[in-house]
Protein backbone atom coordinates (compact mmCIF):
# COMPACT_ATOMS: atom_id res chain seq x y z
CA UNK A 1 0.00 0.00 0.00
CA UNK A 2 1.16 3.55 -0.76
CA UNK A 3 1.75 5.98 2.10
CA UNK A 4 -1.06 7.87 0.96
CA UNK A 5 -3.50 5.03 1.65
CA UNK A 6 -2.57 4.80 4.75
CA UNK A 7 -2.81 8.56 5.69
CA UNK A 8 -6.62 8.46 4.06
CA UNK A 9 -7.37 5.40 6.46
CA UNK A 10 -5.61 7.29 9.37
CA UNK A 11 -7.53 10.35 9.45
CA UNK A 12 -10.98 8.21 8.61
CA UNK A 13 -10.26 6.11 11.44
CA UNK A 14 -9.64 9.26 13.66
CA UNK A 15 -12.31 11.27 12.51
CA UNK A 16 -15.10 8.60 14.29
CA UNK A 17 -17.27 8.64 11.25
CA UNK A 18 -19.76 6.34 11.81
CA UNK A 19 -22.75 4.61 8.83
CA UNK A 20 -25.69 6.44 9.41
CA UNK A 21 -27.34 3.01 7.43
CA UNK A 22 -26.61 -0.95 7.43
CA UNK A 23 -26.43 -2.66 4.73
CA UNK A 24 -27.22 -6.22 5.70
CA UNK A 25 -29.65 -9.51 4.22
CA UNK A 26 -32.56 -7.26 4.95
CA UNK A 27 -31.97 -4.43 2.97
CA UNK A 28 -30.83 -6.89 -0.03
CA UNK A 29 -34.33 -8.65 0.54
CA UNK A 30 -36.49 -5.45 0.03
CA UNK A 31 -37.55 -5.23 -3.30
CA UNK A 32 -36.47 -3.66 -6.48
CA UNK A 33 -38.86 -1.16 -6.53
CA UNK A 34 -36.91 0.57 -4.38
CA UNK A 35 -34.58 1.57 -6.13
CA UNK A 36 -34.33 4.45 -8.47
CA UNK A 37 -34.76 2.88 -12.00
CA UNK A 38 -36.05 3.89 -15.27
CA UNK A 39 -39.82 2.80 -14.90
CA UNK A 40 -40.34 4.04 -18.93
CA UNK A 41 -37.58 2.61 -20.53
CA UNK A 42 -36.57 3.36 -24.32
CA UNK A 43 -37.20 0.60 -26.38
CA UNK A 44 -38.00 0.07 -30.05
CA UNK A 45 -39.34 -2.65 -32.23
CA UNK A 46 -37.56 -5.96 -33.02
CA UNK A 47 -37.64 -4.46 -36.88
CA UNK A 48 -36.34 -1.37 -36.37
CA UNK A 49 -32.80 -0.51 -38.12
CA UNK A 50 -29.65 -0.82 -35.97
CA UNK A 51 -28.80 2.81 -36.99
CA UNK A 52 -31.87 4.16 -35.42
CA UNK A 53 -31.47 2.29 -32.59
CA UNK A 54 -27.89 3.38 -31.84
CA UNK A 55 -29.13 6.77 -32.44
CA UNK A 56 -31.52 6.74 -29.82
CA UNK A 57 -29.26 4.94 -27.20
CA UNK A 58 -26.77 8.02 -28.21
CA UNK A 59 -29.32 10.87 -27.58
CA UNK A 60 -30.86 9.56 -24.82
CA UNK A 61 -27.28 8.73 -23.30
CA UNK A 62 -28.45 5.28 -22.21
CA UNK A 63 -26.69 1.84 -23.20
CA UNK A 64 -29.43 0.02 -23.84
CA UNK A 65 -32.68 -0.83 -25.11
CA UNK A 66 -35.22 -3.17 -24.61
CA UNK A 67 -36.65 -5.16 -27.91
CA UNK A 68 -40.55 -5.23 -27.64
CA UNK A 69 -43.18 -6.86 -29.96
CA UNK A 70 -46.83 -7.38 -28.99
CA UNK A 71 -45.90 -5.35 -25.92
CA UNK A 72 -43.66 -8.31 -24.47
CA UNK A 73 -40.32 -7.92 -23.91
CA UNK A 74 -38.59 -10.09 -26.76
CA UNK A 75 -35.17 -8.88 -26.45
CA UNK A 76 -32.67 -6.62 -25.31
CA UNK A 77 -29.96 -4.58 -27.45
CA UNK A 78 -26.94 -2.79 -25.82
CA UNK A 79 -23.73 -1.44 -26.30
CA UNK A 80 -22.27 -4.61 -25.99
CA UNK A 81 -24.51 -5.80 -28.72
CA UNK A 82 -22.75 -3.08 -31.10
CA UNK A 83 -19.45 -4.01 -30.21
CA UNK A 84 -19.71 -7.57 -30.22
CA UNK A 85 -21.86 -8.30 -33.04
CA UNK A 86 -19.81 -6.43 -35.92
CA UNK A 87 -21.76 -3.07 -35.90
CA UNK A 88 -18.62 -0.93 -35.08
CA UNK A 89 -18.02 -0.43 -39.14
CA UNK A 90 -21.17 1.25 -39.53
CA UNK A 91 -22.14 -1.27 -42.54
CA UNK A 92 -24.90 -3.06 -40.86
CA UNK A 93 -27.22 -0.46 -39.50
CA UNK A 94 -29.82 -0.50 -41.88
CA UNK A 95 -30.56 -4.05 -40.73
CA UNK A 96 -33.02 -5.03 -38.45
CA UNK A 97 -32.40 -5.31 -34.37
CA UNK A 98 -33.79 -8.76 -34.22
CA UNK A 99 -30.33 -9.61 -35.65
CA UNK A 100 -27.94 -8.36 -33.38
CA UNK A 101 -30.14 -8.03 -30.24
CA UNK A 102 -29.83 -10.61 -27.05
CA UNK A 103 -32.85 -12.42 -27.90
CA UNK A 104 -35.47 -13.23 -24.49
CA UNK A 105 -33.58 -12.01 -21.98
CA UNK A 106 -32.95 -12.89 -18.55
CA UNK A 107 -35.75 -10.36 -16.58
CA UNK A 108 -36.77 -9.61 -13.05
CA UNK A 109 -39.71 -8.26 -11.57
CA UNK A 110 -39.80 -5.31 -9.91
CA UNK A 111 -40.88 -7.01 -6.72
CA UNK A 112 -38.17 -9.62 -6.96
CA UNK A 113 -35.47 -8.86 -4.31
CA UNK A 114 -32.42 -6.58 -4.76
CA UNK A 115 -30.30 -9.27 -3.87
CA UNK A 116 -31.81 -11.45 -6.72
CA UNK A 117 -30.86 -8.79 -8.72
CA UNK A 118 -27.13 -8.53 -8.08
CA UNK A 119 -27.23 -12.09 -8.06
CA UNK A 120 -28.18 -12.39 -11.76
CA UNK A 121 -26.08 -9.13 -12.85
CA UNK A 122 -23.36 -10.60 -10.99
CA UNK A 123 -22.84 -13.99 -12.60
CA UNK A 124 -24.65 -13.33 -16.24
CA UNK A 125 -22.19 -10.10 -16.61
CA UNK A 126 -25.46 -8.12 -16.68
CA UNK A 127 -25.42 -4.50 -16.85
CA UNK A 128 -28.72 -3.82 -18.05
CA UNK A 129 -31.68 -5.93 -17.01
CA UNK A 130 -35.28 -5.87 -17.91
CA UNK A 131 -37.66 -5.95 -15.36
CA UNK A 132 -41.48 -7.12 -16.05
CA UNK A 133 -45.11 -8.03 -15.08
CA UNK A 134 -46.06 -10.94 -14.38
CA UNK A 135 -47.54 -11.02 -18.33
CA UNK A 136 -44.22 -10.20 -19.83
CA UNK A 137 -45.09 -6.29 -20.09
CA UNK A 138 -42.32 -3.93 -19.60
CA UNK A 139 -42.21 -2.45 -16.25
CA UNK A 140 -38.72 -0.86 -16.61
CA UNK A 141 -35.09 -1.75 -16.87
CA UNK A 142 -32.30 -2.30 -13.84
CA UNK A 143 -28.68 -0.79 -14.62
CA UNK A 144 -25.61 -1.77 -12.39
CA UNK A 145 -25.65 1.72 -11.82
CA UNK A 146 -28.96 1.65 -10.07
CA UNK A 147 -27.94 -1.05 -8.16
CA UNK A 148 -24.64 0.80 -7.28
CA UNK A 149 -26.01 3.82 -5.87
CA UNK A 150 -28.00 2.03 -3.79
CA UNK A 151 -25.29 0.12 -2.18
CA UNK A 152 -22.76 3.66 -2.23
CA UNK A 153 -26.13 5.13 0.01
CA UNK A 154 -25.03 3.35 2.79
CA UNK A 155 -21.64 3.96 2.84
CA UNK A 156 -21.56 7.56 2.08
CA UNK A 157 -18.91 8.61 3.79
CA UNK A 158 -16.47 6.07 3.03
CA UNK A 159 -17.25 6.18 -0.71
CA UNK A 160 -17.96 9.47 -1.88
CA UNK A 161 -15.51 11.48 0.20
CA UNK A 162 -12.54 9.71 -1.10
CA UNK A 163 -9.87 11.92 -3.03
CA UNK A 164 -10.60 12.18 -6.55
CA UNK A 165 -7.39 10.34 -7.71
CA UNK A 166 -5.83 6.57 -6.72
CA UNK A 167 -2.53 6.36 -5.90
CA UNK A 168 -2.13 5.89 -9.98
CA UNK A 169 -3.80 9.07 -10.56
CA UNK A 170 -5.79 7.80 -13.13
CA UNK A 171 -7.83 10.78 -16.15
CA UNK A 172 -11.24 12.46 -15.22
CA UNK A 173 -14.08 10.85 -16.21
CA UNK A 174 -17.09 12.29 -17.61
CA UNK A 175 -20.08 11.39 -19.25
CA UNK A 176 -18.90 10.69 -22.60
CA UNK A 177 -16.40 8.18 -21.10
CA UNK A 178 -13.07 8.15 -20.40
Known amino acids: ?25 EVLMRPI ?3 DYPKEPASVA ?3 QV ?18 EGGKVVGIFGERDVLIKGLT ?20 TPH ?3 ASALSRMVVGGYRHMPLVNSAGEPQ ?16 PDDILTLPPHSEHNPPERNVEGG
Open 1 to 25: MSDGYEEDLAMYEESGTTRQKQLDN
Open 51 to 68: GEAIAMMSKRRIGSLLVV
Open 33 to 35: SVL
Open 89 to 108: DGKNFDGPVKDYMTPKPACL
Open 140 to 155: GILTMRDVMAYVVSFF
Open 46 to 48: PQS
Open 112 to 114: DPI
